[in-house]
């Protein structure tokens, strides 16, 4: 059985591997701690599926929920592992005909606003660095 200090490390290790960034304790730091340990220190270190794979399924999922505070979080984390906006559409667009058209247009309108987000923080580093 796997140590708990051992999963806490490889759990931290895999959430800044997929965010870029470290957790952020919310309103209730024990869940954050069980998500760390369980979910990304002992689901998303198993073998079989590349990170890459398992955000796609994560990203699938979160639309499907329609949970739109972890759906941008997941297309957040999509990009930074090197997926590009056009394959992110594209698993959204392929969840209109296994989630309904709803589950699209919500995915799309998510998507959107964070590709928005990103490019005006963008253009906002620009000018800061002129």
Do not use: C
Request: charged content about 25%; aromatic content about 8%.
């Amino acid at each position: 059985m796997n140590q708990p200090a051992a999963r806490r490390e490889r759990g931290e290790a895999m959430f800044q591997q997929v965010f870029g960034r470290e957790p952020r304790p919310g309103s209730y730091p024990e869940f954050l701690q069980l998500t760390v340990d369980h979910l990304f220190g002992e689901i998303w270190t198993r073998p079989h599926l590349s990170v890459e794979e398992r955000e796609l399924v994560a990203l699938t999922a979160v639309a499907l929920a329609r949970t739109d505070w972890e759906l941008r979080g997941h297309i957040g984390a999509a990009l930074h592992l090197g997926m590009s906006r056009e394959k992110i559409i594209e698993v959204i667009i392929q969840l209109a005909y296994y989630g309904g058209w709803p589950v699209a247009n919500n995915g799309l309108r998510v998507a959107q606003e964070v590709f928005a987000e990103l490019d005006d923080a963008a253009g906002k580093d620009a000018d800061h660095d002129r």
